[in-house]
């Protein structure tokens, strides 16, 4: 049995504020031991941890706006807030991954002593936690249908991928810091190019969600299924949706024998609205649109 709405939110939403609290330690942890240990690589990590925590905070606010019942300003409910906050992720990762990598290649030539040993310990716990919160995120925001958690879910996934290469580069300056002074730096560098190429991502999928593109056919295809399945269903003529916030607002064109009264299609379009929410736990609600069959 699927859960309730209420209940998925208050999921995300927990989600989401345990992201907070892990991006906000971890900034912490990698910029001091970044500043003491002298490594750009690992103040870099922290840098874009510490961005985290406003894309993390954006997903937690966008979640429970989202959760907001319907009213007469918003009969779709609120759930394109949710959208937008994935898009804001977005926003958010691009620009911080220009300024980190800018800022890596402004301290290449720069002669300082090599970074120290609580540097790798540093970058090793962020790649643990980052990959326990990765995992927790797709796994809730794919069940959910959330493009804002998902969207965080791939801020963690890059995480972990430029503390990997951060740690590469601060080892290999630990390793002979004559011939590879500046790999430090150009880790830096590279911690800011993946981010970049993330937010490019998380802002495409959420521009998609956010012009009504249409879900995959296999969806669609289990709308109609559920349509025909309803006695009084002579076809679909018609079936679009759009998504609005975790959840899809369907538009479902039905066609009855033409000589059916309209209190009859009505009851056929109601019993059809109610099984397509019934089967499909995804669809939030249906407007049935009824036309006469055209083999009248």
């Given at each position: 049995?699927?859960s309730?709405?209420?209940?998925?939110?208050?999921?995300?939403?927990?989600?989401?504020?345990?992201?907070?609290?892990?991006?906000?330690?971890?900034?912490?942890?990698?910029?001091?031991?970044?500043?003491?240990?002298?490594?750009?690589?690992?103040?870099?990590?922290?840098?874009?941890?510490?961005?985290?925590?406003?894309?993390?905070?954006?997903?937690?606010?966008?979640?429970?706006?989202?959760?907001?019942?319907?009213?007469?300003?918003?009969?779709?409910?609120?759930?394109?807030?949710?959208?937008?906050?994935?898009?804001?992720?977005?926003l958010?990762?691009?620009?911080?991954?220009?300024?980190?990598?800018?800022?890596?290649?402004?301290?290449?030539?720069?002669?300082?002593?090599?970074?120290?040993?609580?540097?790798?310990?540093?970058?090793?716990?962020a790649?643990?936690?980052?990959?326990?919160?990765?995992?927790?995120?797709f796994?809730?925001?794919?069940?959910?249908?959330?493009?804002?958690?998902?969207?965080?879910?791939?801020?963690?996934?890059?995480?972990?991928?430029?503390?990997?290469?951060?740690?590469?580069?601060?080892?290999?300056?630990?390793?002979?810091?004559?011939?590879?002074?500046?790999?430090?730096?150009?880790?830096?560098?590279?911690?800011?190019?993946?981010?970049?190429?993330?937010?490019?991502?998380?802002?495409?999928?959420?521009?998609?969600?956010?012009?009504?593109?249409?879900?995959?056919?296999?969806?669609?295809?289990?709308?109609?299924?559920?349509?025909?399945?309803?006695?009084?269903?002579?076809?679909?003529?018609?079936?679009?949706?759009?998504?609005?916030?975790?959840?899809?607002?369907?538009?479902?064109?039905?066609?009855?024998?033409?000589?059916?009264?309209?209190?009859?299609?009505?009851?056929?379009?109601?019993?059809?609205?109610s099984?397509?929410?019934?089967?499909l736990?995804?669809?939030?609600?249906?407007?049935?649109?009824?036309?006469?069959?055209g083999?009248?």
């Open positions: 049995m699927s309730s709405p209420q209940a998925d939110a208050r999921s995300g939403q927990r989600i989401a504020l345990a992201g907070i609290i892990a991006s906000g330690c971890l900034a912490a942890l990698n910029i001091t031991v970044g500043v003491l240990s002298r490594s750009t690589s690992v103040f870099a990590t922290g840098v874009e941890f510490a961005g985290d925590v406003l894309a993390s905070t954006v997903v937690f606010l966008g979640m429970v706006a989202a959760a907001k019942p319907a009213d007469d300003d918003h009969p779709y409910g609120h759930g394109r807030v949710e959208t937008l906050a994935a898009f804001v992720v977005g958010v990762l691009s620009a911080g991954g220009v300024g980190i990598s800018w800022n890596s290649l402004q301290a290449v030539g720069a002669s300082h002593p090599p970074p120290t040993a609580i540097a790798i310990v540093a970058l090793a716990i790649i643990v936690v980052r990959a326990v919160m990765a995992m927790l995120k796994r809730a925001g794919r069940r959910l249908r959330s493009a804002a958690l998902v969207a965080d879910g791939w801020n963690d996934a890059v995480d972990i991928l430029a503390a990997v290469a951060a740690l590469v580069a601060v080892g290999l300056t630990m390793y002979d810091n004559t011939r590879f002074m500046a790999a430090d730096h150009y880790g830096g560098f590279v911690v800011g190019i993946v981010v970049v190429v993330t937010g490019v991502r998380v802002l495409r999928d959420a521009s998609l969600e956010l012009m009504d593109t249409m879900p995959d056919a296999a969806l669609m295809a289990r709308v109609k299924t559920s349509a025909l399945a309803v006695p009084g269903v002579r076809g679909v003529d018609k079936v679009y949706a759009r998504k609005t916030g975790m959840r899809y607002h369907v538009d479902l064109h039905l066609e009855v024998d033409p000589r059916m009264s309209v209190a009859e299609a009505h009851g056929v379009g109601g019993h059809v609205r099984r397509v929410r019934q089967e736990d995804w669809v939030a609600d249906v407007l049935v649109h009824v036309e006469p069959a083999d009248a």
